[in-house]
């Protein structure tokens, strides 16, 4: 049996970027299928008349629709979602809800209230009902009196077979399970749904194929390609989380982003060796194929302490932007084995930039160490693992100014000293009384990169 669904368009939607605009997309979920539209380039009133299908195998499972805002430099933003329960579209008469505006639903303590509005059509259509209505009542999902296939009528529309349908059919041990696990993480506080690709959200690197031009090419050759492909767009905002980090230096912004980013520097070692890490395994810089970003992954292995054991950490770093002058570099870290990782992502971004020129004459390099947690599904624990990380960074932003400090010859500038204060308080933990040993807990791990 397969539930036919058109996303034909939206209206209202609230915009999400500084241009006052949203670049909006749907995606579609049934079970583990997936599907998602086109993005549409800044529209508050998009229209994609896009068509999917699914295969239905339990009844008991809900289409969930959500649309996202498209960012260039970080994770799609959440606009709203809604679900609608398959068994509703299959108790009517002709198996159709027909074509219905439906209101987008924000998350829990959204500051965006309305979302807007989606327009689908939804309904059921079969090449053989009697067999697929035989199948539901041999899994145990509808009754033999229930099976009645008189009223049921094709659609008024068009389906196209979507790519990827399961294959596998579910055992009624397999159904019972994910039942009771729906059951007891619907609210998702403490579990999230199981992890894939970018469709649930969960920021991955898409793999790279490394060619023979690209392995052989060294960082100087790979910052030119860079330079000559950059649009002359701006350099990516802070992070919201905080400023780790904003200091002058007396050296050229290319030579600082060589010190801090080239494969042949001995900065990713030093700061290893400082923070008690080991097994660092650093990747070439690849330009990924369907971006065309360049992309290294790090992986190494945090000390032990004296609340949790060793743990892996894995490190994306992406390239946002490089022009010869000014480099930006975004860095996504991931500990799997951690507590609630699946939940979060610690980002870093270092940006580099020319800074005033030196009354010497020399020049100088003005760079910024910023942050953010990014919580990928709700948890309970969201304060307490924030305060952890905050902490986290804290340790490790001192870490990094001090290895700075011996590597380079900082500029003392006034300005850059208010800002520096400023800075630091912002990163100041409160106390948390009964949270305490439960934050020291979490900064041991939530934040081990900042290189």
């Keep these: 049996m397969k539930l036919l669904v058109r996303v034909i368009e939206a209206k209202n939607m609230p915009a999400m970027d500084p241009n006052g605009s949203i670049d909006p997309y749907v995606k579609l979920k049934v079970g583990h299928q997936r ?16 068509e999917f299908s699914f295969k239905v195998e339990d009844l008991k499972e809900q289409l969930v629709v959500s649309v996202l805002n498209e960012d260039k430099y970080f994770n799609d933003d959440f606009v709203g979602s809604v679900e609608i329960p398959i068994s509703s579209v299959f108790d009517k008469v002709d198996k159709s809800l027909g074509t219905v505006w439906y209101p987008l639903q924000p998350k829990k303590k959204s500051k965006i209230k309305d979302c807007g509005e989606i327009l689908l059509t939804i309904c059921f259509s079969q090449n053989s009902p009697q067999s697929d209505l035989q199948s539901l009542v041999e899994n145990g999902t509808v009754s033999p009196a229930g099976s009645s296939t008189d009223s049921i009528v094709s659609p008024p529309m068009k389906s196209e077979e979507a790519i990827g349908l399961i294959k596998e059919e579910k055992s009624n041990k397999e159904k019972l399970s ?23 959200e969960v920021p991955e690197v898409p793999q790279t194929v490394e060619t023979e031009e690209q392995s052989s090419s060294n960082f100087e050759e790979l910052m030119k390609k860079l330079e000559e492909k950059d649009e002359g767009n701006e350099m990516p905002a802070n992070l919201r989380g905080g ?44 330009f990924d194929t369907e971006s ?26 992406t390239y946002l932007k490089a022009n010869g002058k000014c480099f930006s570099v975004l860095a996504s870290v991931n500990t799997p084995e951690a507590p609630y990782a699946s939940n979060y992502r610690v980002e870093i971004l270092t940006s580099i930039s020319p800074g005033p020129e030196l009354p010497s004459g020399d020049v100088c390099s003005h760079l910024v160490f910023s942050w953010r947690m990014n919580f990928l599904h709700n948890t309970m624990m969201k304060g307490m693992i924030e305060g952890g990380a905050r902490q986290g960074v804290k340790e490790s932003f001192e870490q990094v100014a001090s290895l700075l400090s011996e590597k380079l010859k900082a500029v003392d500038v006034k300005e850059v000293g208010s800002e520096k204060e400023q800075a630091l308080a912002s990163l100041h933990v409160e106390k948390q009384s009964d949270w305490k040993l439960a934050v020291q807990y979490f900064a041991n791990f939530t934040v081990i990169s900042t290189y």
């Excluded at 030579?255 to 395994?281: C, H, P, V």
Aim: net charge positive; proline share 6%; glycine share 2%.
């Design 35 to 50: 599907f998602k539209t086109k993005v549409v380039k800044k529209c508050l009133n998009p229209s994609w008349c896009d």
């Design 178 to 200: 994910s039942l009771i696990s729906h059951i007891f993480n619907r609210n998702n506080e403490l579990l999230p749904p199981p992890a894939t690709n970018k469709i649930t």
């Design 243 to 286: 400023i780790m980090l904003d200091q002058m230096y007396a050296i050229s912004p290319s030579e600082l982003n060589s010190f801090l980013f080239s494969s042949e520097s001995n900065y990713l070692k030093q700061m290893a060796k400082i923070q008690g890490s080991t097994d660092l395994q650093v990747g070439s810089w690849k």
């Design 292 to 317: 065309g970003n360049l992309k290294r992954v790090l992986t190494y292995v945090k000390a032990p302490s004296r609340l949790i054991k060793s743990i892996k950490a894995i490190e994306d770093q």
